[in-house]
């Protein structure tokens, strides 16, 4: 009997890693779940079109005539801060800034916001062929980058080169277009946008985990550079909306324990084994 609890002593103590490693992996599912059940995504509009007058933008969740959000004399270079919207279908319309609510909008697009994702409306183009272009922001980002995309916004110079302490990063870019994300070292990155005649730059922090939109603008009459912080690492969701976690510096898992744990498993159960034949061979002995 004595013999009996002691096998079972083993098997529970090895038994036992197993059951505490399961705890913070049930907490991290559990967490996961609640981010989703929160259902909500992030939006922010933005007026990028050089040579378009100053717009009112409103913001409709589908199938409701009230306005959800209202942006009044919207100009040109201005991007709002992130809202934390409900998942759901939305339709962006701009007006001639201070035109009636009820009036046709000049411009209108859908976006089908989902759970925790985040986008970026902005009017693109030249005036004579104005559209909306709705943008996928990311929130993450590989371990140990920083991630970067560009939006080409001038019309003054319809072309552009633009390059981070010193190596391209996109090359002739065209005025109205967007590129993807790239991902980058993290660190102070002198950036550097050159066109057909003009040239700019600006000294911008990157940390490894941050999010970045370079926009290239027009401030009249010369080239700028507008730098967006799209996310800033775990700690941080989009700015305007409140923080759940966001971003590409959370705490990383270290080597999996699930072999080291066999292991210790595998020993202590043929530890039992060589106890159980040593407890035979004394009990023979004593018969004997």
């Known amino acids: 009997m004595r013999f009996t609890r002691f096998v079972r002593r083993i098997i529970l103590l090895a038994a036992l890693p197993l059951l505490l490693l399961a705890i913070p992996a049930a907490s991290v599912a559990t967490a996961n779940a609640a981010s989703a059940a ?20 409103y ?7 009230s306005a959800q959000i ?22 962006v319309a701009m007006r001639a ?39 996928k922001d990311r929130l993450t980002t590989p371990p140990g980058k920083a991630l970067v995309r560009v ?31 790239h991902a980058v ?10 066109g057909s005649s003009q040239h700019t730059q600006s000294i911008v922090a990157m940390p490894a985990g941050s999010i ?9 009459g010369h080239l700028t550079i507008q730098v967006l912080e799209d996310a800033a690492g775990s700690s941080a969701t989009p700015a305007g909306a409140a923080a759940t976690g966001f971003g590409g510096t959370a705490a990383r898992p270290g080597p999996p324990l699930l072999p080291w744990l066999a292991a210790a498993l595998t020993g202590l159960v043929l530890a039992a084994g060589g106890a159980t034949r040593l407890r035979l061979r004394r009990a023979g002995a004593h018969a004997r």
């Open 38 to 57: 929160t259902g909500t995504g992030w939006i922010r509009l933005a007026h990028l079109s050089p040579n378009t007058p100053a717009v009112d933008v």
């Open 59 to 65: 913001l409709y969740s589908f199938g409701d005539a």
């Open 70 to 91: 209202v942006l009044h004399h919207v100009a040109y270079g201005t991007v709002s801060p992130y809202e934390q919207v409900p998942a759901g279908d939305y339709t």
């Open 97 to 135: 800034a201070g035109a009636a609510a009820s009036s046709k909008p000049v411009l209108s697009t859908e976006v089908d916001v989902s759970a925790g994702h985040a986008y970026t409306v902005a009017g693109m183009g030249p005036f004579s062929a104005l559209r909306l272009q709705v943008l």
């Open 151 to 181: 939006i080409e916004a001038s019309l003054l110079q319809k072309r552009v080169t633009v390059q981070l302490n010193g190596a391209t990063l996109v090359g002739q870019l065209q005025f109205g277009t967007a590129t993807g994300y």
């Open 185 to 194: 070292a993290p660190g102070t990155m002198t950036v550097h946008v050159a």
């Open 212 to 220: 970045h939109t370079i926009v290239v603008l027009d401030d009249p």
